[in-house]
């Protein structure tokens, strides 16, 4: 018989299916995934009009083009995203919380008062947004995928904050304009490269289901990625946005810690602050990722977070970044980029390794200079990383599966069972050592001014953020790529580079694995069940370095798609 745990989950999964519009129902079953891998495109185009998919498929600077002039109503806009974010769920289970109705009032006033004052609210006037199920909304439960926080506050039955508190980033969405209509699906911790919890199960790849879509941001890179979201934000401590960014063929940015307000989202270990959790938008154009951020940063979050630096957006860095590109390719000078093959712990698969090579060869042909990346050992940062995700020993966790009695996931990446937490002593120690690897890491940095040419140290750094192009269920076992660059808290911006490839990605018959995670890693791939997955990169730059990765991103994505032959002028509006 099912526990009362797994009762509470599956009415809480069948009550978000619930409120889906019986129009916008699709019959089952979907065929599994041996017939069908890929539901972008073609497949979910059918269920849709002519009319949502040319408004869905526009990008997100395209759709506030037309919003903010009146030529698209934000009802319309709304409508078309909130349909096609039913669909998405029903495809690869990426949402939480479901509140198309609220969406559409909200796009009504909108409208009415872009017809009374004509002119739009803000830069984000009628734009449908998504969320990771940590931000609270008005009037929406917040389950951060526990079921022990099913109708609570964050677990709590008596706190009065249900329904009724909202995040700082949520209030700021809404004073620029933004149209908030769900929020995706997590796992429970937030602590896993995949995502999965016992209330929406697991949440898979829309390009390739044989995969994950990644995690803890997972429902955000599927709903967009299936366009059911002109945009969204996550959240990042060990790579939770980049990681379901790059499997979805997504950009995404991980800012420095205190950029964009974290005030008022639930977290895990919350207070923890050796190593801090950021948010990041998402969306499919690195001009989509810019104007996100470029608008919360209108809003002045400092004055409202105290922890939010003030940091407004720099015009003068993005124009310098612009005048660099510029130089560089008219010969009147260059820009220089660092490039990690590999960290010397675990070794990329080779569809990894192959984009490593073409964004490679591409900015050498640019006229770029490109030297191999060999810093101070990311084995040191990922340890660092670990250690400080089980500073509380797991109790955290513990407390939360806890409420309902629950099973804890296994792909969940700290203690378990809870072990004892570090005493003041050692949280100091952890955080000694922390600050001694960045000044390696600085140093190291600032030292590539002698071997650039440019008379300054490295633009920036091309790495891989996993291992892998996505990754089947169960074989996560390397966080390193993307923990490394939390340990820093440098900035760092994903790039989508290619798809898996078969017939070109092939397996090494004659590699040898250095240790056991590498032979872990090495193992799990399978040419065959990757096929067709996204592939995608990071640029990291040094902290605070937002707006200059975001440029450099987008100037890199442009050029490979023009050497594609996939490039669209709208995508390069920077």
Request: aromatic letters at 8%; proline letters at 7%.
């Given at each position: 018989?099912?526990?009362?745990?797994?009762?509470?989950?599956?009415?809480?999964?069948?009550?978000?299916?619930?409120?889906?519009?019986?129009e916008?129902?699709?019959q089952?079953?979907?065929?599994?995934?041996?017939?069908?891998?890929d539901?972008?495109g073609?497949?979910?185009?059918?269920?849709?009009?002519?009319?949502?998919?040319?408004?869905?498929?526009?990008?997100?600077?395209?759709?506030?083009?037309?919003?903010?002039?009146?030529?698209?109503?934000?009802?319309?806009?709304?409508?078309?995203?909130?349909?096609?974010?039913?669909?998405?769920?029903?495809?690869?289970?990426?949402?939480?919380?479901?509140?198309f109705?609220?969406?559409?009032?909200?796009a009504?006033?909108?409208?009415?008062?872009?017809?009374?004052?004509?002119?739009?609210?803000?830069?984000?006037?009628?734009?449908?947004i998504?969320?990771?199920?940590?931000?609270?909304v008005?009037?929406?439960?917040?389950?951060?995928?526990?079921?022990?926080?099913?109708?609570?506050?964050?677990?709590?039955?008596t706190?009065?904050?249900?329904?009724?508190?909202?995040?700082e980033?949520?209030?700021?969405?809404?004073?620029?304009?933004?149209?908030?209509?769900?929020?995706?699906?997590?796992?429970?911790?937030?602590?896993?490269?995949?995502?999965?919890?016992?209330?929406?199960?697991?949440?898979?790849?829309?390009?390739?289901?044989?995969?994950?879509?990644?995690?803890?941001?997972?429902?955000?890179?599927?709903?967009?990625?299936?366009?059911?979201?002109?945009?969204?934000?996550?959240?990042?401590?060990?790579?939770?946005?980049?990681?379901?960014?790059?499997?979805?063929?997504?950009?995404?940015?991980?800012?420095?810690?205190?950029?964009?307000?974290?005030?008022?989202a639930?977290?895990?270990?919350?207070?923890?602050?050796?190593l801090?959790?950021?948010?990041?938008?998402?969306?499919?154009?690195?001009?989509?990722?810019?104007?996100l951020?470029?608008?919360?940063?209108?809003?002045?979050?400092?004055?409202?977070?105290?922890l939010?630096?003030?940091?407004?957006?720099?015009?003068?860095?993005?124009?310098?970044?612009?005048?660099l590109?510029?130089?560089?390719?008219?010969?009147?000078?260059?820009?220089?980029?660092?490039?990690?093959?590999?960290?010397?712990?675990v070794?990329?698969?080779?569809p990894?390794?192959?984009?490593?090579?073409?964004?490679?060869?591409?900015?050498?042909?640019?006229?770029?200079?490109?030297?191999?990346?060999?810093?101070?050992?990311?084995?040191?940062?990922?340890?660092?990383?670990?250690?400080i995700?089980?500073?509380?020993?797991?109790?955290?966790?513990?407390?939360?599966?806890?409420?309902?009695?629950?099973?804890?996931?296994?792909?969940?990446?700290?203690?378990?069972?809870?072990?004892?937490?570090?005493?003041?002593?050692?949280?100091?120690?952890?955080?000694?050592?922390?600050?001694?690897?960045?000044?390696?890491?600085?140093?190291?940095?600032?030292?590539?001014?002698?071997?650039?040419?440019?008379?300054?140290?490295?633009?920036?750094?091309?790495?891989?953020?996993?291992?892998?192009a996505?990754?089947?269920?169960?074989?996560?076992?390397?966080?390193?790529?993307?923990?490394?660059?939390?340990?820093?808290?440098?900035?760092?911006?994903?790039?989508?580079?290619?798809?898996?490839?078969?017939?070109?990605?092939?397996v090494?018959?004659?590699?040898?694995?250095?240790?056991?995670?590498?032979r872990?890693?090495?193992?799990?791939?399978?040419?065959?069940?990757?096929?067709?997955a996204?592939v995608?990169?990071?640029?990291?730059?040094?902290?605070?370095?937002?707006?200059?990765?975001?440029?450099?991103?987008?100037y890199?994505?442009?050029?490979?798609?023009?050497?594609?032959?996939?490039w669209?002028?709208?995508?390069?509006?920077?």
């Open positions: 018989m099912a526990t009362s745990w797994e009762i509470a989950a599956k009415t809480k999964r069948e009550a978000v299916l619930d409120l889906i519009p019986k916008w129902r699709i089952p079953p979907l065929p599994p995934a041996g017939e069908l891998r539901v972008t073609s497949y979910i185009q059918q269920f849709l009009s002519p009319r949502e998919i040319e408004i869905t498929e526009t990008d997100t600077i395209g759709i506030v083009q037309r919003t903010t002039t009146g030529e698209w109503t934000a009802v319309e806009v709304t409508k078309a995203f909130c349909h096609r974010a039913a669909i998405a769920h029903q495809l690869v289970n990426c949402l939480h919380e479901i509140f109705e609220a969406a559409l009032a909200d009504k006033r909108l409208d009415a008062y872009f017809v009374e004052h004509k002119r739009p609210t803000g830069p984000l006037h009628g734009l449908p998504s969320l990771k199920d940590q931000f609270h008005k009037g929406v439960e917040t389950t951060m995928g526990y079921v022990g926080w099913i109708g609570t506050f964050e677990g709590d039955k706190d009065p904050r249900r329904f009724e508190l909202e995040s980033l949520v209030r700021e969405l809404r004073a620029l304009g933004a149209v908030l209509h769900c929020k995706t699906s997590v796992p429970a911790t937030l602590m896993s490269g995949e995502t999965i919890n016992n209330i929406i199960e697991y949440t898979w790849n829309p390009k390739n289901r044989h995969l994950s879509c990644g995690g803890s941001s997972g429902g955000e890179g599927a709903l967009i990625a299936l366009r059911g979201s002109a945009g969204g934000f996550g959240t990042d401590i060990g790579g939770s946005v980049r990681i379901p960014a790059a499997f979805n063929g997504l950009y995404g940015i991980r800012p420095s810690a205190g950029r964009i307000p974290y005030l008022g639930a977290n895990s270990m919350d207070g923890q602050i050796s801090r959790s950021v948010i990041g938008p998402l969306a499919s154009s690195a001009s989509g990722v810019k104007l951020l470029k608008s919360v940063l209108s809003q002045h979050p400092w004055l409202y977070d105290p939010c630096v003030e940091i407004p957006w720099r015009s003068e860095i993005e124009e310098h970044t612009l005048d590109i510029q130089k560089s390719s008219s010969s009147q000078g260059q820009l220089a980029f660092g490039i990690m093959y590999d960290d010397g712990f070794k990329p698969h080779p990894i390794t192959r984009a490593l090579q073409v964004v490679a060869t591409l900015l050498q042909k640019l006229g770029h200079k490109v030297i191999e990346w060999k810093p101070p050992s990311h084995a040191t940062a990922a340890e660092l990383a670990s250690t995700y089980g500073l509380d020993g797991g109790a955290d966790a513990s407390k939360q599966f806890g409420l309902s009695g629950e099973t804890m996931m296994p792909q969940v990446i700290i203690p378990n069972p809870p072990v004892p937490p570090k005493n003041a002593m050692e949280i100091a120690a952890i955080n000694i050592a922390k600050r001694e690897y960045l000044k390696l890491y600085m140093d190291y940095w600032n030292d590539t001014a002698a071997s650039t040419g440019t008379g300054r140290p490295i633009d920036g750094v091309i790495a891989p953020v996993a291992p892998h996505a990754v089947q269920p169960m074989k996560y076992f390397y966080v390193g790529y993307s923990a490394f660059v939390n340990t820093l808290d440098y900035s760092s911006v994903t790039i989508p580079v290619t798809e898996a490839d078969k017939a070109v990605d092939v090494d018959g004659n590699y040898t694995p250095i240790n056991d995670t590498d872990a890693v090495y193992e799990s791939y399978d040419p065959e069940i990757y096929h067709g996204p995608g990169l990071q640029l990291m730059g040094r902290r605070f370095q937002e707006e200059k990765m975001l440029t450099l991103a987008g890199i994505g442009d050029e490979l798609r023009r050497a594609s032959g996939s669209s002028p709208i995508s390069s509006q920077l």
